[in-house]
């Protein structure tokens, strides 16, 4: 999971992919990057460790010239975390000089390395997959381009050409210099991509590209629709804008964690309000503690802040009971869940959040949290519940149990770090010091997101362990996790 944004405007852009990085940062905070390009095909890039406030100095921002550009935050699937040369964006200076960013992770990374050395003759300096795309990109780009001078149908035949050899989750924006910028889905659409446009002062178009709706919004910019999946859209310098769909058998296949936990409330994706959708959790939900839950173990709802709020709040609505605010978040700590190992995770709950015992002494609470990964968050959090005062715990989460690793762009990459993954619900909550555990039903969290939309399926994997992509393997999954422990 990360985040990116893409540019063409007609004054600088640095400030403006800054101010959208910002937006975005809840997707990554291990690194980010921006690259801009002048007219003449110059590229400009600064990126850096850690989060955008604290990346980019006024002196970054004067060196960021041009009116195109794109940006990235950073959270790590593949690669080293504490790495800034895996930082994104990625460069390659042929053909024309090409700058990439890109959310998602690439599933068939081995084959891939393999035919870059031994086919393409490219050289790979890091283990981070966008170096991979990239360079795949450069190569297709190179084989297709007959002159000096580049076409749409030139630059779409080569996006056609990635689809053909790249496989898992990708969306990802790129500058060609002294072109423009390029955009492109995979063919499921398992990550979001948003094209949004609005007229410049001299009455010409600009145009944005970015994982969510709301950078479009922030940016005044009017939504023009997502990108549909397998699709890429060019834009040259002029601000014209080119569309085609580039893969054989698209088929619209978001990520239901996007909705779960990834995106902001205030989101928009597929068509799908993401805040609407985690209130319909909230109300599948309800239905399920009503029928798992002792009728009086219950005097309270509360969230665990703060994307488990809308879920939470129509869970007390429906059951019929109080819903108070007992933790209080800290917003100067990231969110624990994309912190870089596991140490850090376990040190940043308590940071994080305050149980504040007034809400909890003498009450038997009900806490909702989006998801339960790992475990520990959850566990130091009950602990923290009971340490407060609570008579008893039951903690429900408004997604599935996550029993299988994700393989799309979120670390969740070896089973025995999921609490779920061979336990039952009581085994469960006896791991995790609950009096009770209760879990959305996939059904119903399936049933949540689609209701009312045109999208007919979700990747939820990482809950009933379909890889709808169809080439992840057991053989795969067992070498991405013997990666992750070596």
């Not at 007219?39 to 400009?44: E, I, K, L, Q, R």
């Not at 072109?179 to 410049?200: E, M, N, S, V, Y």
């Not at 703060?306 to 019929?320: E, I």
């Not at 009096?435 to 009933?464: H, P, R, T, W």
């Amino acid at each position: 999971m990360c985040g990116i944004v893409g540019m063409v405007g007609r004054g600088p852009a640095n400030q403006e992919i800054y101010d959208a990085l910002l937006l975005l940062q809840h997707r990554g905070q291990d690194s980010t990057g921006i690259a801009t390009a002048e007219p003449s095909g110059v590229f400009h890039i600064t990126k850096a460790r850690g989060q955008v406030r604290e990346a980019f100095r006024t002196r970054d921002m004067r060196s960021l010239l041009g009116t195109i550009g794109l940006g990235h935050v950073r959270y790590a699937t593949k690669g080293t975390a504490s790495s800034e040369e895996e930082a994104q964006p990625f460069y390659v200076n042929a053909p024309y000089g090409i700058v990439l960013v890109h959310n998602g992770n690439l599933t068939n990374t081995r084959e891939l390395t393999d035919e870059l050395f031994h086919k393409d003759r490219r050289h790979l300096n890091t283990s981070s997959d966008t170096e991979l795309l990239v360079n795949v990109l450069a190569g297709e780009l190179q084989a297709t381009v007959s002159g000096l001078d580049l076409e749409p149908e030139e630059i779409f035949e080569a996006v056609s050409r990635v689809h053909a050899r790249v496989e898992g989750s990708y969306a990802a924006i790129a500058l060609i210099a002294g072109h423009g910028l390029l955009a492109f889905r995979d063919p499921f659409g398992i990550r979001p991509l948003i094209l949004g446009t609005r007229k410049a002062a001299d009455g010409s178009y600009e145009w944005i590209v970015s994982s969510e709706s709301l950078v479009l919004e922030n940016g005044e910019f009017e939504v023009v629709r997502d990108l549909m999946p397998g699709e890429a859209v060019f834009i040259d310098l002029e601000g014209h804008l080119h569309t085609k769909q580039c893969a054989e058998n698209p088929q619209l296949v978001p990520c239901s964690f996007e909705y779960v936990y990834l995106a902001r409330p205030d989101s928009i994706m597929n068509g799908i309000s993401v805040y609407e959708a985690r209130l319909r959790m909230g109300d599948r939900l309800a239905d399920t503690i009503g029928k798992y839950t002792p009728e009086g173990a219950i005097d309270v709802v509360m969230p665990i802040p703060d994307s488990s709020r809308p879920a939470a709040m129509q869970v007390a609505r429906k059951l019929g009971i109080e819903y108070r605010e007992g933790f209080y978040k800290n917003r100067y700590v990231g969110r624990t869940f994309i912190m870089p190992g596991q140490s850090a995770r376990k040190r940043s709950v308590r940071q994080k959040l305050n149980a504040m015992s007034s809400e909890f002494k003498g009450k038997n609470v009900l806490l909702i949290d989006d998801s339960i990964v790992r475990g520990t968050t959850s566990k130091q959090i009950i602990q923290m519940a009971r340490d407060a005062g609570a008579i008893s715990v039951t903690f429900a989460s408004a997604a599935p149990p996550v029993r299988y690793p994700h393989v799309y762009g979120i670390n969740m990459p070896t089973r025995h770090e999921l609490v779920a993954h061979g336990r039952s619900i009581p085994e469960i909550a006896e791991e995790l010091g609950a009096d009770y555990v209760v879990y959305q039903e996939v059904a119903d969290l399936k049933a949540a997101i689609l209701e009312g939309s045109d999208v007919e399926d979700l990747d939820m994997s990482c809950f009933d362990g379909r890889y709808i992509t169809g080439t992840v393997t057991p053989e795969y999954l067992d070498w991405v996790e013997g990666s992750q422990e070596s």
